[in-house]
């Protein structure tokens, strides 16, 4: 029997990243670590809240929880509280934790972990998956360029290779702090990070239907189960569709079931200055075994797993048992 995979999670907790919290604090195969945040979806205060909360549903006290960088590292803080609700979570009422987060920022904290598993066996390696803007990883990869050392691999919801969702071009995560996605990936390519981009190209395809939530719900007690229906619910009532995506808990679906995700190794870099254009992830399909000499901007110098399709039934299912308790 092999050990559960070490991961730490950063997440600007909202519905799909309290998805994604249910399924890695839930799945036997993980070894959640901790759980970094950021200014994204809602304010960082709210964000350390609704993920405090969701661990407490979960009974999972043990993992520290961290606050990190509440504004992108130019622009200002811009949320998403359109989708996911006043509170960014839902709305749903639930009481807040009554547990702090930890002292720590996030990035000493994430420091301190990736230090402490460089020095162990290849297994020690920690999983980094982002499901927010990137700004705390860019923070700790420019400030503590070592600590990539106790990185196994990066998976990252966010960019896209053919739309976007908070503009006709940008993805939201990469839009709401570009410069930090352009850091963390031109750090990638000089620290030799693997990374996988989870976009909006697989994003919405591992959909929940409102039938299924409503079984969910059914199980009460307010725990992973009644959270999980809950959250979905509210999504497909709020965008008035019969179903909704599982969103970012699909990158945790493809850190625990790789089989499940087709990728193809790309070239991908961050627009930054375009007015109509910026935060776009331009991933480059072209075939450069030809003569491309005429591109003044050359080849990108970081290439990623580029996700282009995934099993979603199989995300599908691997989320709803989890969450209903049928993988312990």
């Known amino acids: 029997m092999t050990e559960p995979l070490p991961i730490v999670l950063d ?28 200014g994204g979806n809602a304010g960082v205060d709210d964000v350390v809240r609704n993920t405090l909360k969701v661990l407490d549903v979960v009974g999972r006290p043990d993992v520290p929880v961290a606050r990190g960088a509440g504004r992108p590292l130019i622009e200002p803080a811009r949320d998403a509280r359109h989708v996911h ?74 960019g896209g290779t053919e739309i976007g969702n908070a503009t006709a071009s940008a993805e939201f995560n990469v839009w709401h702090d570009p410069e930090a996605a352009a850091i963390v990936l031109e750090s990638a390519a000089e620290l030799d990070i693997p990374v996988v981009m989870y976009g909006l190209d697989v994003f919405y395809d591992v959909r929940v239907s409102r039938e299924q939530s409503a079984e969910l719900t059914a ?77 003044p901007h050359g080849i990108a110098p970081t290439s990623v797993e580029v996700a282009m399709s995934v099993d979603a039934g199989r995300y599908a299912e691997l989320w709803l048992r989890t969450v209903n308790g049928g993988t312990r």
């Open 11 to 38: 997440v600007d907790t909202g519905v799909d990243d309290a998805c994604a919290l249910l399924l890695a604090a839930l799945h036997p195969d993980v070894d959640l670590r901790a759980v970094t945040c950021v």
């Open 85 to 158: 609700g006043e509170d960014g979570m839902a709305d749903l009422g639930w009481p807040s934790s009554e547990r702090h987060p930890d002292p720590r920022h996030a990035v000493e904290l994430l420091r301190g972990l990736l230090s402490r598993a460089a020095t162990g066996e290849p297994a020690d390696r920690i999983t980094l998956v982002p499901l927010a803007p990137l700004t705390n990883i860019a923070l700790l990869l420019r400030t503590y360029p070592e600590a990539a050392a106790g990185l196994r691999e990066i998976v990252f919801m966010g």
């Open 219 to 295: 199980v009460g007690g307010r725990g992973p189960a009644e959270l999980a229906g809950r959250l979905v619910d509210f999504q497909s009532r709020r965008l008035g569709q019969p179903d909704a995506t599982i969103g970012d808990a699909g990158a945790v679906c493809a850190v625990i079931d790789r089989a499940g995700l087709t990728t193809v190794r790309l070239p991908v870099r961050v627009e930054l200055a375009g007015t109509f254009s910026r935060g776009r992830t331009i991933v480059d399909r072209r075939d450069w075994s030809g003569d491309l000499a005429h591109d």
